[in-house]
RNA sequence: CGCGGGGUAGAGCAGUCCGGUAGCUUGCCAGGCUCAUAACCUGGAGGUCGUGAGGUUCAAAUCCCACCCCCGCAACCA
């Protein structure tokens, strides 16, 4: 049997993470993971914080504590959100796991034997007041091409020249502000991706029509511009110690150990239950994995190019990407989302305004597939209000009462479907398989635009049908319509539950009637039928609540969206 | 200057690969229904498909050329 492994690109642990986040990796993955459990495949879904670098190092200073209790704090405040935003994850590790640098350091012996890896000595900026070594980024100063004081080493954001920190005129730390900066030479460690720029260009050519067009492009993009030698070292304190004489000072580049740490998470996963689990069984077994990623686009050249370099390189049979899912970026109010000036609405905030299945909802069917995609509370709230309220909620609320006052609180007698049934059983089959089909290939707003439709069709066949009417001259045909609709709830708890999963719980428990949240596997003249006669159910509360104007007026000044 | 994505009805999007009556959701207008949460169902109006009296073609949103605008990337912030 095929197994799925799927990770979600690791989120950083420095900060809290908001809506942008979720919906650009997380959240897919997790839908994604879900379905296809509810399909009963062989799922293992990973993720974790990608914990090293330097702004962990800062972050930590910052809040005066020391680097391994900064990230044990916001690791556990990730892990607090997650569970509240219902992501179903097999195992959310951490990359500074013992498990991974276990694995880290394998990969990079074999790259060292296999004679994959180079030193290389370097410039670099150093500042003594901040005693260390600065990330070009970190480095600010005058450019020298149009005079802008706020440049940074990497680029200006003025001119958009591509600067080197070296250039810059005053430069100064962005850390601590000292002027005191000077440039020192250093050695570094260098993965020489050219070597295997054929093997990974012959593989990126076969999936051409099978990565999203925004994968293949950007991989292609960087293999056309030709790669180049990758540093995978650094000048820090807070990473992988490297094992080479003359490196004491030096650890692993998070880059290099993060993409490495969905298998060191696996392996943390495994560790927990040795005798039942074994990561090679995924991690090492090509041929049975089915491999899907989760990234958004920033992060795509590092899972098309070198993390697949990283393991070809070592000569193993790694289990390498199939599918891989990019998705663009989420904006609010016309601008980037933003951790350092907390600007949009981040997920302690966004879970304490409303339950978790209307932003998992929202946001699925609003995925950035194609272009970025802006947030807005009036957008939110109408989608809220039609799709959820008016057509699900409502179409649940006013079948459970109808049958309530005409049949009391249980299925109604199935008499033999008239042409009506078939007909809906006919377009639910055919909606089915398309929902499904989208589902599989993570088109996701293909799919609830779908979905959508499926719920419009209960709506449509109580107004074609008019139990209301009915039941006053034909109460067997009346009951014969209410079965089939109770049997609809049922099937909308099923069909949304990847996306909804507390929404489609509440669903299924409204029938005393032992259920899973399994896919439908039987054409809809058999699976419209399973709710016995009899069984019992309950009067609930109605799943959704409008967000009216008031509330979203209020929602938009406190959260600054103009 | 480079690279990637985008520009289609008031708003949000599909359609472009493979040319053939311009589609979906929301909003607006009208009708139906009255079981349900002022909800549900149906119909209608609304678009020179960024620009070019460009090119190819019997035919262009779609292919080719030139240009304009928006977003992102450029190896260290999803």
């Not at 997790?30 to 914080?49: H, M, N, P, Q, S």
């Not at 990497?154 to 958009?160: G, I, K, P, R, V």
């Not at 696996?266 to 039942?276: N, S, V």
């Not at 719980?505 to 699976?527: R, T």
């Amino acid at each position: 049997m095929k197994k799925y492994l799927i990770t979600s690109a690791l989120p950083y642990v420095n900060g809290l993470p908001h809506l942008g986040h979720l919906i650009g990796c997380l959240l897919p993955a997790d839908v994604y993971a879900r379905f296809l459990r509810a399909k009963g495949e062989d799922v293992l879904f990973i993720c974790g914080t990608d914990e090293h670098g330097t702004p962990s190092e800062v972050g930590a200073a910052k809040e005066n504590m020391p680097v391994e209790e900064y990230c044990l704090k916001y690791h556990q405040l990730h892990v607090q959100m997650y569970e509240g935003f219902n992501l179903s994850f097999d195992y959310f590790g951490r990359t500074s796991s013992e498990q991974n640098k276990e694995i880290v350091y394998r990969i990079f012996e074999k790259l060292w034997q296999n004679g994959l890896v180079v030193e290389k000595t370097t410039r670099q900026v150093y500042s003594p007041d901040d005693g260390r070594y600065l990330p070009d980024s970190y480095v600010i100063g005058t450019c020298p091409y149009c005079g802008y004081e706020k440049a940074k080493g990497d680029q200006c954001e003025n001119c958009t020249k591509v600067l080197d920190p070296i250039d810059l005129i005053h430069p100064k730390s962005a850390i601590s502000g000292s002027d005191k900066v000077e440039i020192r030479e250093t050695k570094h460690l260098f993965l020489q991706l050219p070597k295997l720029e054929q093997d990974l260009a012959e593989w990126i050519e076969t999936k051409k029509g099978v990565w999203p067009d925004i994968a293949y492009s950007i991989a292609k993009k960087w293999l056309k511009e030709g790669l180049q030698e990758r540093g995978i070292t650094r000048d820090l304190k807070w990473g992988f110690a490297v094992p080479k004489e003359g490196y004491e000072d030096k650890v692993f580049y998070v880059w290099f150990d993060a993409p490495i740490g969905y298998i060191g998470i696996t392996k943390q996963w495994a560790d927990e239950k040795p005798t039942q689990r074994r990561f090679e069984d995924w991690w090492l077994n090509p041929d049975e994995t089915i491999y899907t990623e989760f990234m958004g686009k920033d992060n795509i050249p590092f899972h098309t190019i070198s993390f697949p370099a990283t393991l070809k390189g070592t000569g193993e049979n790694w289990t390498q990407v199939s599918m891989l899912k990019g998705l663009n970026y989420l904006n609010f109010a016309g601008g980037k989302f933003s951790k350092s000036e907390h600007r949009g609405i981040f997920l302690d905030d966004a879970i304490r305004e409303f339950p978790a299945d209307y932003w998992r909802y929202w946001l699925i069917a609003n995925a950035p597939e194609s272009d970025d995609t802006n947030f807005s509370f009036d957008q939110f709230a109408a989608t809220v209000n039609k799709d959820l309220n008016d057509v699900l909620g409502n179409f649940i609320n006013r079948v459970l009462k109808m049958t309530a006052t005409n049949f009391g609180q249980q299925i109604p007698l199935l008499g033999n479907p008239t042409t009506t049934e078939k007909e809906l059983y006919a377009a639910l089959d055919s909606l089915i398989e398309t929902y499904t089909k989208h589902l599989s290939q993570l088109e996701y707003r293909k799919a609830m635009s779908v979905l959508r439709e499926i719920w419009v069709a209960g709506n449509n066949y109580l107004a074609q049908t008019e139990p209301w009417k009915v039941v006053k001259t034909d109460t067997d045909y009346a009951g014969t319509i209410l079965n089939t609709a109770l049997n609809l709830i049922r099937l909308y708890a099923h069909l949304s539950a990847p996306i909804m999963p507390q929404t489609a719980q509440k669903m299924i428990d409204i029938f005393e009637y032992p259920d899973n949240l399994a896919w439908p596997d039987a054409p809809m003249s058999v699976y419209l039928t399973k709710l016995p006669t009899g069984t019992p159910f309950q009067l609930i509360q109605p799943l959704f609540q409008k967000i009216l104007p008031d509330r979203t007026a209020e929602l938009k000044m406190r959260y600054k969206e103009e």
